[in-house]
C-alpha cells in the first residue's frame, strides 16, 4: 500500500517538488513540513502573546492591594491567558511536531491530506485574531475562567458570540488536525513497518488523535449549548428553565480531562524519542510505553468527576472518581518507570534536548505528586480552587508539555533547518527556564495550602510573600523564553551544518535521521524497506 | 473613580447601619481583638488557640473533619516524599554514575524485564490502595449530615453571603459583605497600604455566628451564579450553585471558640476575591444571647418601620445592592 502511494507521488507530482515562492508557499501550502513551521511559529507566537499576559497577572499579584489592573480585566487575563495558551500555543505546537515528525518517522512523503492540513491551519489565525480582539468589544473579553461555567460565562458582554464562533473554529482546526495524523499513520507507514515497531512520537499521536476526536465534538456541543441559552432562550443550563449549571460541569470536563492527555501524550512521546538517544541505548519496555499510554487515554474518559467533587456529587461517585483517578497513577508511574530504566546503565550526555526531557523526568513527577493528593476526595475539598491547583497543573503544562516541546524542537530543530544551534546560548536558556519555573510554581503549593483562593486580582497581606517569590520567578521565567526565540532565528538563519544523523556520538534512531539535514521537500518519495 | 467610590457607600447605606448596631453584640469580647490582631501582624505566625494556616501549610484547623483532612493530607505528602526520594535518588544516582563523559558504556541489553515491570506495576497499585481506604472513611464521615443540631442557609450573590438560621436561631437572617475598610482600599490605585487595614480582605461587616461543640449543618445555594463557601480551619468546602441545595457539616470543638476566616473560592465575576467568609464561633450560652439579641434587634427594626436587611424578604430575587453592583 505504502509502496504504490509513495511511488505513485514520485511519478506524478514532479511539478510539486519544489515550494512555490513568496507568500503563495504558505498561503497554498500543503507541504508537511511548510504546515508544520506555520503551526510551530504561530505556537511561538501564542506562547509569548499569553505569556505577556502572565506576566501582567504576575504584575498584579506581586503585592496585595490593585495597582495596575481592575478585576474585570485581570479576570479577562486569566481566562484568555488559559484559553491561548492551551488552545493556541500547546496544542499547535504538538500539530505542528506532528506534521514535521510523522510522516519522517513512518517513511511516507508527506501527510496523508495535504489540503485539509492546509485548512486546519488557516482556521487558526482566524479564531485567535477573533478571540484576541473580544478585548476590544464592549464589555470586554471573557472573564469567566476558561472552563466557561454558566451562569457566570453567560454575563459575558458582546464579545460571547465571538468566544463561542473562535472555539468552534479551534475545535475544527483540532479534529482536522486529528483527522490527518490517524489516516497519515494507518495508511502511509514504509512497507514493514507494523503498528509496532513505530516510534513512540507518532504512537502517543495516534492515541492522542483518537482522544481529540472523541472530545473535541463534546466541547463543541456544551460551547453551542451556552451560545443558545444565551441567545436563543433555551435553558439547558439555566436553573430557573429547568435546566442544570451542573450538568455544563459534567459535559465540559467530559471534554476536559482527556484534553488534559491531549496536552501531555505527545510530550511522553517526545521524551521516549529523545531520552534513548542521548543514554545510547533503547527505549525500555517500549511494548508496555505503548499500553500505559493506551490505559491513560482510556482512563481519561472516566475521571471528569474529579475536578467536581466539592459541587456537590453522590458518595458511591466520590468514590468510583476518587478510585479511578488515582489507578492514573499506575501507568504514569511505569513510564516514569521505564524512562528512569532506559538511563540505568546507559551511557549519559547533556545536550540540550536532554536537558529539557531530564526537566521534565523531574518536575512532570512532582506534578504528577501533587495529582495523586488532589485525588484523595476529602483533601481535594481543602486544595481544591486554590493555588494548590494552580501549582499543579502548571507543573505538569509548563515543564511538563512546554518542556516536552521545548525538547522537541532543540531535538529536531537541526533537522529540519540543516543547521546545529547555538549550544552555549541554548543550555543557557535551560538552566534558566528550569531554575525559574519553580521559582515561579513552587511557591504556589505553599499558598495554596495556605488559603489562597485562585483567580483573585488581589490578597489578604499574609500571602505576600509567596506570591512576590512567584512574581519574581515569573519575570525571569518569562524573560528566559526570548532566548529560546534567539536560539531559532538564529538556527534558521545559518550555523554550522547538521549531518543527517545530527547527534553524531549518541544513538538518534528512527527514519529521520536517515535523510539529509534540511530532508527533501518530500520526505521519502521511494518508500525506505523497514526490516 | 469617586463616583463609583460615592455609588458603593450608597448602597451600602442600609448595611452601614446595621453594622454600628452589631458592633456592640457581634463583635467578640476583647481577646477575640487581641488575637484578630496578632494574626494581622505576624501574617504568617500561627497564634495559640487560633489554628490557622503556618502560611506554607494546610491548617491543622478545630474541627474533626478539618484535623482527619490534615492527617490524609500528610499522609499522603509522606508517601509522595518516600517514592520521590527512591525515584529521584535511582535517576540521580544514574545521573551521576552513567555519564558518557566518565567513559560510561551503554548496556543496550537492558531494554526490557517482564519481572520488574510488574512489580512496578503491583506495588504503586497497593499504595493506592492504602492510602484509599482512609480517604474512603473519611468521605463516608464528611457525608453523613444526619443529628444536625443547628442549620443554616448560606445563599451566595454576586458578591457578598446570606446566612439565615434555622433551628435555634429561626428567624436571624442577615446578608455578609467585605468590610467597608477593606473595600476602600482594595480600590484601583486606592493609595491606602492594605497592611494597615485590619485583616485585609478577609473581614465582613456581619460574620456569621455558630456555638462550638455543636453540629452544624449548612445549606449551600446561590441566587446568581456558582459561588463556593471555604473556610479552611473547619475542613469545609462546598459550592453554592443556583438550583441546587448543597449539604456541608462541622463540628467546632468546645474551648476553639474564636474568629475564623475564609474566601469565596469558585470564580464569580468581578469582585469573586472580595466576598470573604468570616465565622465568630462561641459558647452555647453566648450563641443563645447571640440569637436573642438579633431578634430583639429585628423586632426593634420592624416597629420603626425601617427595613434592615435582617428583615427584608429575599428569596427569590438578588438583593437592591447586588443589582445596582452588577449593572
Redesign the interface.
Known sequence: MAQTLSSGIAHHDDHHDQPDTGIKRWLFATNHKDIGTMYLVFSLIMFFIGGAMAMVIRAELFQPGLQLVDPVLFNQLTTNHALIMIFGAVMPAFVGLANWMIPMQIGAPDMALPRMNNFSFWILPFAFTLLLSTFFVPGGAAAGGWTLYPPLSLQTGDSFPMLIFAIHMMGISSIMGAINVIVTIMNMRAPGMNLLKMPLFAWSWLITAYLLIAVMPVLAGAVTMLLTDHFFKTSFFNPAGGGDPVMFEHIFWFFGHPEVYIMILPAFGIISEVLPTFSRKPLFGATSMIYAIASIAFLSFIVWGHHMFADGMPLAAQLFYMMYTMLIAVPTGVKVFNWTATMWRGSLSFEPPMLFALAFLFLFTIGGFSGLMLAIVPADFQYNQTYFVVAHFHYVLVPGAIFGIMAGVYYWLPKWTGHMYNMTLAKTHFWLSAIFVNVLFFPQHFLGLAGMPRRIPDYAVQFTDWNMVSSIGGFAFGASQILFAIVIVQCIRGGRKATSAVWEGALPTGLEWTLSSPPPYHSFTIAPEIL | MSRRRLKSIEIRGPVLKSMTRGDESTFPPCRHWVRALC??TL??AASAGAN????????IGVTG?SR??YT??ME??WV?VA??IV??G??IY??VK????QG?????T????TK??IV??II??VI?VV??IP??K???M??DTRNSELSIRVTGYQWKWQYEYMDAGEGVNFFSTLARDSNF??????G????TVN????NVDNPMVIPSGTKVRLLLTSQ???H?W?V?DF?????A????V??LWFKVDPGKEGIYR?????????????MPIVVDVRTPDDFKKWVEQQKAAAKQAAAQGGQTPETAPLAGQPPRSAQVL?N
Open positions: 494574626l494581622a501574617g504568617l490557622t494556616s503556618n502560611g506554607y501549610n494546610l491548617p473533619l482527619d483532612i490524609l493530607h499522603v505528602f509522595c517514592i520521590a525515584v529521584f535511582v535517576m544514574a545521573l552513567f555519564r558518557h563523559s560510561a558504556v551503554a548496556d543496550a537492558l531494554v526490557h524485564s520488574v515491570e512496578w506495576t504503586p497499585i493506592l492510602m484509599a480517604a474512603a473519611v468521605i463516608l464528611m457525608e482600599a482594595r480600590e484601583l490605585h486606592s491606602i497600604d492594605p497592611k485583616n485585609y480582605l478577609l446568581d451564579v456558582i463556593a471555604w479552611p475542613g469545609a468546602k462546598r459550592s450553585i443556583p438550583g441546587f448543597n449539604e475564609g474566601q469565596c473560592t469558585s470564580l464569580c465575576g468581578r469582585d469573586h476575591g472580595f452588577s
